[in-house]
């Protein structure tokens, strides 16, 4: 059985995997194929991409259910419920984990707006309930709300958590600089963010994708101004580059993994890796924290 998560954290930082829609990708997923749809067709090369993370050193694991939810997997046309969708994923996690990895399970971006009118709360908190529940139920052992940027959006995914299961839950929020400082594609700063999910009850509040570690380090400095609760970091390899029509991420491994103290210094209780991020870059995280 494995120990309580927030027990290991008192003892010392974790380290989460890295991106699993670009490992995908170069697998051979093709642009606009639906990732989720993988737990199914290619089960096999999912579980690759989650062994692989788990020999680079990974302590946590994130199944490959970012878009499952119901609205994304309807528009995308997969027939499969939510509920199947996540728990497969979830499974498979899990098979790879083992007895000492532990599973979180991903709950990304409807990508519908609220304020639009395009999804009403109703339905967000149906759909992420599903997904909750399915993800719970497929051996998850911690839920991460993730690359949110709708404040309302994110609390709504925490209240369908809560009304699922008894799992803990991370929430992270996408931040990108400004001239008003650090703030939410849907404008949400860092303060607001922060109070907002701690007063909602996530028990571990964080940052993931957005445009680099420099970034990463900064955000997480002032989200910690915030909050004494655990935080988690997971940046992309650096900003997105279209290199002979294929989209690169430059941030090495090793330029990455030099700034991970810094990160952890900042106030990182979690660190990891979102877009571009590769097990290379997890296996040189490790070693960065063993450091420390």
Same mark, same amino acid.
């Given at each position: 059985?494995?120990?309580? $998560? *927030?027990?290991? %954290?008192? @003892?010392?930082?974790?380290? *989460?995997?890295? =991106?699993?829609?670009?490992? /995908?990708?170069?697998?051979? /997923?093709?642009?606009?194929?639906?990732?989720?749809?993988?737990?199914?067709?290619?089960?096999?090369?999912?579980?690759?991409?989650?062994?692989?993370?788990?020999?680079?050193?990974?302590?946590?694991?994130?199944?490959?259910?970012?878009?499952?939810?119901?609205?994304?997997?309807?528009?995308?046309?997969?027939?499969?419920?939510?509920?199947?969708?996540?728990?497969?994923?979830?499974? $498979?996690?899990?098979?790879? +984990?083992?007895?000492?990895?532990?599973?979180?399970?991903?709950?990304?971006?409807? =990508?519908?707006?609220?304020?639009?009118?395009?999804?009403?709360?109703?339905?967000?908190?149906?759909?992420?309930?599903?997904?909750?529940?399915?993800?719970?139920?497929?051996?998850?052992?911690? $839920?991460?709300?993730?690359?949110?940027?709708?404040?309302?959006?994110?609390?709504?995914? $925490?209240?369908?958590?809560?009304?699922?299961?008894?799992?803990?839950?991370?929430?992270?929020?996408? *931040?990108?600089?400004? @001239?008003?400082?650090? @703030?939410?594609?849907?404008?949400?700063?860092?303060?607001?963010?922060?109070?907002? /999910?701690?007063?909602? =009850?996530?028990?571990?509040?964080?940052?993931?994708?957005?445009?680099?570690?420099?970034? +990463?380090?900064?955000?997480?400095?002032?989200?910690?101004?915030?909050?004494? @609760?655990?935080?988690?970091?997971?940046?992309?390899?650096? %900003?997105?580059?279209?290199?002979?029509?294929?989209?690169?991420?430059?941030?090495?491994?090793? +330029?990455?993994?030099?700034?991970?103290?810094?990160?952890?210094?900042?106030?990182?209780?979690?660190?990891?890796?979102?877009? =571009?991020?590769?097990?290379?870059?997890?296996?040189?995280?490790?070693? +960065?924290?063993?450091?420390?």
């Amino acid at each position: 059985m494995k120990k309580d $998560l *927030f027990s290991v %954290l008192e @003892r010392g930082p974790m380290l *989460f995997d890295g =991106g699993i829609g670009t490992q /995908l990708q170069a697998l051979g /997923l093709a642009v606009g194929e639906i990732p989720e749809t993988w737990n199914m067709l290619y089960p096999e090369k999912v579980f690759s991409v989650h062994d692989r993370y788990c020999k680079a050193g990974a302590e946590i694991l994130t199944t490959n259910t970012f878009g499952a939810t119901p609205f994304k997997l309807k528009k995308g046309g997969v027939e499969l419920t939510a509920y199947q969708v996540n728990k497969s994923a979830a499974v $498979l996690a899990a098979k790879a +984990a083992g007895d000492s990895v532990y599973v979180a399970g991903s709950i990304g971006p409807t =990508g519908a707006l609220l304020m639009m009118g395009e999804i009403d709360e109703s339905e967000l908190l149906s759909g992420f309930t599903e997904q909750a529940r399915g993800l719970a139920d497929g051996g998850a052992y911690v $839920l991460i709300i993730e690359t949110m940027s709708d404040i309302k959006e994110a609390t709504i995914a $925490l209240q369908a958590v809560r009304q699922a299961c008894a799992l803990p839950a991370i929430v992270s929020m996408s *931040f990108e600089p400004g @001239r008003q400082g650090y @703030r939410t594609m849907m404008g949400v700063d860092i303060p607001t963010a922060v109070k907002t /999910l701690e007063a909602q =009850g996530a028990d571990i509040i964080g940052t993931n994708c957005g445009v680099g570690i420099d970034h +990463a380090i900064e955000i997480v400095a002032e989200m910690r101004k915030h909050t004494s @609760r655990p935080l988690l970091a997971e940046p992309n390899a650096g %900003l997105p580059q279209l290199q002979q029509g294929r989209t690169v991420y430059l941030e090495t491994a090793e +330029a990455m993994a030099e700034k991970i103290p810094h990160l952890l210094n900042a106030g990182a209780n979690l660190v990891g890796g979102c877009c =571009g991020t590769t097990p290379e870059h997890i296996t040189a995280f490790r070693m +960065a924290m063993k450091k420390e």
